[in-house]
């Protein structure tokens, strides 16, 4: 090989990337902590970012409904903006208010009813216990049998205490802290969010200026068609999503009407917004619907199981993955490897972002294929 500056920096580039490879292997509870606080000090922008990202679907089909009826009167085209963004805040808040105004005060209801049952089963016990004698007997016996060292947890009581009194008041002052600051991030997130969103194309212009200034016309083509595309992908998904989750919810509602369910609305909405989450997410909603169908009768809650369990069958094999597959441009296989891989390796968050980006790679590797095949000149009958 020639000595010459290209070759040598050729050489010291490799032996730089060696040597910070070495360096990352043998220090990675270094570069843990200093990603923990990089990610941190980030978090109300990425924490804007996604807001934005998922505003900006509803935002823009809301925005073409308001271009149409400002269409007659010009003056208020250069709101069309901010009325959409106003829209798209207050259907996201709603929503939320909705769910949490329907779901607290029948979560609080099933909790005193099962509270109430508890104390009818323990106060029907001891009548049991009343009634026969023998068994009151062996009872008594059992308890007395349990060897507690009552001195010794006393003691530990009075240690734990005397030792822990100095330290409430700094814990209470650092969870206050700790709630302030995740409120305070949370805002700047928000606020991130209307920025990003008023001003998306101007950012999206800055960002291709960027590219292009520092990239080769080829790379920053490439760049610009893999950011685009991921674009699209995460769009889509989140779009067939939620799609998924209101046909799924309004399965539940038709079909827990027709056999007379209690709770039917709220029931049917919970599991519509768990549904969101891929694949799984209905069983979380399915747990609180027997939670409250129990309040009412057991048996009910049985057939619910059943038909929980069927709905979630054909949901699964027929459903989401032809609206979610399709809308992300993935075949039904992929998406069942992306959700299980997703949520092996980051849990729910894994589940929501591998199915996308399990699509752009599909997409770009069938580009690839199909550019190499017409290369080749090879045509697969």
Same mark, same amino acid.
């Given at each position: ?46 924490? =804007? ?10 935002? %823009? ?6 271009? !149409? ?33 329907? !779901? ?47 001195? =010794? ?9 005397? %030792? ?6 700094t814990s209470t002052i650092g969870v206050a802290m700790s709630i302030v600051s995740g409120l305070i991030e949370v805002f700047l997130g928000f606020v991130f969010s209307i920025y990003l969103l008023l001003q998306k194309e101007k950012l @999206?212009?800055q960002c291709k200026q960027v590219a292009y200034a520092y990239l080769s016309q080829k790379h920053a083509n490439m760049l610009v068609d893999i950011v685009e595309l991921s674009n699209k992908a995460f769009s889509n998904f989140l779009s ?8 799924? =919810? ?30 799984? =997410?209905?069983?979380? #909603? @399915?747990?609180?619907?027997? !939670? !409250?169908? @129990? ?46 891989? #997703?949520?092996?390796?980051? #849990? ?27 290369q080749k000149k090879v045509v697969i009958k």
């Amino acid at each position: 090989m020639e000595l010459n500056r290209r070759n040598i920096e050729k050489i010291l580039g490799i032996i730089t990337f060696s040597a910070l490879i070495f360096y990352s292997v043998n220090h990675l509870s270094v570069l843990r902590g200093i990603a923990a606080k990089i990610l941190s000090l980030l978090f109300p922008f990425i924490l =804007g970012f996604a807001i934005a990202f998922v505003l900006n679907t509803p935002m %823009m089909m809301i925005e073409k409904r308001v271009s !149409l009826v400002t269409s007659r009167l010009p003056w208020l085209k250069r709101f069309n903006r901010i009325v959409s963004l106003v829209l798209s805040y207050i259907f996201l808040f709603g929503m939320i208010w909705l769910v949490l105004f329907l !779901l607290i005060p029948d979560l609080v209801h099933t909790f005193e009813v099962l509270v109430i049952n508890s104390q009818n089963f323990f106060t029907e016990f001891i009548e049991h216990l009343n009634m026969d004698p023998l068994k009151a007997s062996e009872w008594i016996a059992w308890i007395d049998a349990i060897q507690i060292d009552w001195q =010794g947890l006393i003691n530990d009581l009075r240690s734990m205490l005397s %030792m822990g009194a100095s330290t409430v008041i700094t814990s209470t002052i650092g969870v206050a802290m700790s709630i302030v600051s995740g409120l305070i991030e949370v805002f700047l997130g928000f606020v991130f969010s209307i920025y990003l969103l008023l001003q998306k194309e101007k950012l @999206c212009y800055q960002c291709k200026q960027v590219a292009y200034a520092y990239l080769s016309q080829k790379h920053a083509n490439m760049l610009v068609d893999i950011v685009e595309l991921s674009n699209k992908a995460f769009s889509n998904f989140l779009s067939g999503q939620c799609v998924e989750a209101l046909i799924l =919810g309004t399965m539940f509602f038709v079909t827990m009407s027709i056999f007379k369910f209690p709770y039917v609305l709220i029931i049917s909405v919970f599991i519509s917004f768990t549904a969101l989450i891929p694949v799984f =997410g209905a069983f979380i #909603g @399915c747990i609180v619907g027997i !939670l !409250l169908i @129990c309040t009412v009768s057991i048996s009910q809650a049985f057939w619910f199981i059943v038909l929980f369990l069927v709905l979630q069958q054909i949901e699964e094999n027929f459903i989401y993955p032809r609206v979610v597959g399709n809308s992300v441009g993935l075949p039904s296989i992929w998406v069942l490897v992306a959700v299980t891989l #997703g949520g092996s390796m980051m #849990g729910i968050l894994g589940m929501l972002i591998f199915i996308p980006i399990f699509s752009v790679l599909y997409t770009l590797f069938k580009r690839q294929v199909h550019q190499r095949l017409k290369q080749k000149k090879v045509v697969i009958k």
